[in-house]
């Protein structure tokens, strides 16, 4: 008997994103109101972060609930129906349950069911993996359209004692739909992880040793000093690697979006790339604060809005955060 040959399908040559949606936190957070838990000051916080403010969510708005908004902003700018979406990727670390995902919940919401749905648990990095992963469903013909989204509510994650990252933490989401195109709009992905360093950031225990009742319910934490240096100085190495996979030079960039992790951080990575001055620069964190997952489709839906004459323009865009992981690609801005 002749072994049959399996059918496989193939999709379109390019993909790009089509637009983005975006929903913040309602709730207005200054370094005044945080700063005496932790013995420091708003200049100490603005000398250190660049953060003058950062947005948190109500108790009663889940991260979903800002995954929806800012979800149903992309669809609506992309012009296509729920109905298209051929997979929902959230990228989150703030699912409040271990299981089902988020993404499944969204997905209903949305109404993309029964599109496939799965959630990324690849911390600041993530949506960085989710376009990544978009780009290549679309190619492989597994979905026309994929929605990518970046949500977190790290506000219920945070103690208010711990100087090491409380003050920096916000609530949001930023969402993207990704689609064909005519031409390359989303470049090779150049994207990893280094475990050796796995508790530089990430939770100061575990829910068993909190069941366990030998730590308190787990909280975010980091080591400051390895985390920017390694932000820094490794991942300028990744952001450079990225520009050559795609075949551009800094010069030929409209905008530089990193994760917002630190002003310091997003200033750094700009010098060792020699950004010139007409490359214009995601710096969202000043009032929104590090959200993770959701920063990067937060910090360019608002260089967008502030400067709609970037559209279709060059942008680096690279994620880095717990794991470690990190993740860059050069994308055509919508």
Same mark, same amino acid.
Request: net charge negative.
């Given at each position: 008997?002749?072994?049959?040959?399996?059918?496989?399908?193939?999709?379109?040559?390019? *993909?790009?994103?089509?637009? +983005?949606?975006?929903?913040?936190?309602?709730?207005?957070?200054?370094?005044?109101?945080?700063?005496?838990?932790?013995?420091? $000051?708003?200049?100490?916080?603005?000398?250190?972060? &660049?953060? @003058?403010?950062?947005?948190?969510?109500? !108790?009663?708005?889940?991260?979903?609930?800002?995954?929806?908004?800012?979800?149903?902003?992309?669809?609506?700018?992309?012009?296509?129906?729920?109905?298209?979406?051929?997979?929902?990727?959230?990228?989150?670390?703030?699912?409040?349950?271990? *299981?089902?995902?988020?993404?499944?919940?969204?997905?209903?919401?949305?109404?993309?069911?029964?599109?496939?749905?799965?959630?990324? $648990?690849?911390?600041?990095?993530? #949506?960085? #993996?989710? =376009?990544?992963?978009?780009?290549?469903?679309?190619?492989? &013909?597994?979905?026309? #359209?994929?929605?990518?989204?970046?949500?977190?509510? +790290?506000?219920?994650?945070?103690?208010?004692?711990?100087?090491?990252?409380?003050?920096? +933490? &916000?609530?949001?989401?930023?969402?993207?739909?990704?689609?064909?195109?005519? @031409?390359?709009?989303?470049?090779?992905? @150049?994207?990893?992880?280094?475990? $050796? !360093?796995?508790?530089?950031?990430?939770?100061?225990?575990? #829910?068993?040793?909190?069941?366990?009742?030998?730590?308190?319910?787990?909280?975010?934490?980091?080591?400051?000093?390895?985390?920017?240096?390694?932000?820094?100085?490794?991942?300028?190495?990744?952001?450079?690697?990225?520009?050559?996979?795609?075949?551009?030079?800094?010069?030929?960039?409209?905008?530089?979006?990193?994760?917002?992790?630190?002003?310091?951080?997003?200033?750094? +990575?700009?010098?060792?790339?020699?950004?010139?001055?007409?490359?214009?620069?995601?710096?969202? =964190?000043?009032?929104?604060?590090? *959200?993770?997952?959701?920063? =990067?489709?937060?910090?360019?839906?608002?260089?967008?809005?502030?400067?709609?004459?970037? $559209?279709?323009?060059?942008?680096?865009? @690279?994620?880095?955060?717990?794991?470690?992981?990190?993740?860059?690609?050069?994308?055509?801005?919508?």
């Amino acid at each position: 008997m002749t072994q049959p040959t399996l059918q496989q399908s193939h999709g379109p040559q390019f *993909t790009r994103i089509l637009s +983005l949606g975006a929903a913040r936190g309602d709730l207005i957070v200054t370094n005044d109101e945080l700063v005496g838990p932790i013995d420091s $000051s708003d200049e100490w916080i603005r000398q250190r972060t &660049g953060i @003058i403010t950062r947005v948190r969510a109500s !108790k009663e708005i889940k991260a979903v609930d800002l995954a929806e908004t800012a979800a149903r902003e992309a669809i609506e700018k992309a012009g296509i129906e729920p109905s298209q979406i051929g997979a929902v990727l959230v990228s989150t670390i703030s699912n409040v349950a271990v *299981t089902p995902s988020m993404a499944t919940l969204l997905a209903d919401r949305i109404g993309a069911t029964p599109a496939p749905a799965f959630d990324i $648990s690849a911390a600041c990095a993530g #949506y960085t #993996y989710g =376009i990544a992963q978009a780009d290549a469903l679309i190619r492989a &013909g597994a979905a026309e #359209y994929v929605l990518v989204v970046g949500a977190e509510k +790290l506000s219920q994650y945070v103690h208010p004692e711990d100087r090491s990252i409380s003050f920096l +933490l &916000g609530d949001g989401a930023g969402a993207a739909v990704v689609g064909p195109s005519d @031409i390359p709009g989303i470049s090779k992905t @150049i994207w990893g992880s280094d475990g $050796s !360093k796995w508790g530089a950031v990430g939770m100061n225990g575990t #829910y068993e040793e909190y069941l366990d009742k030998v730590k308190p319910w787990p909280t975010m934490r980091q080591d400051g000093q390895t985390v920017f240096r390694w932000a820094v100085w490794e991942m300028a190495k990744v952001a450079k690697e990225a520009l050559e996979a795609a075949g551009v030079t800094a010069d030929q960039l409209a905008a530089f979006i990193p994760h917002q992790a630190n002003m310091r951080i997003i200033d750094e +990575l700009a010098k060792q790339l020699k950004l010139p001055e007409s490359v214009l620069i995601g710096r969202d =964190i000043e009032t929104t604060g590090n *959200t993770s997952a959701a920063s =990067i489709p937060l910090a360019t839906h608002r260089l967008l809005q502030e400067h709609p004459e970037l $559209s279709g323009g060059l942008a680096l865009q @690279i994620g880095f955060g717990a794991g470690l992981v990190f993740g860059a690609q050069v994308v055509v801005l919508p």
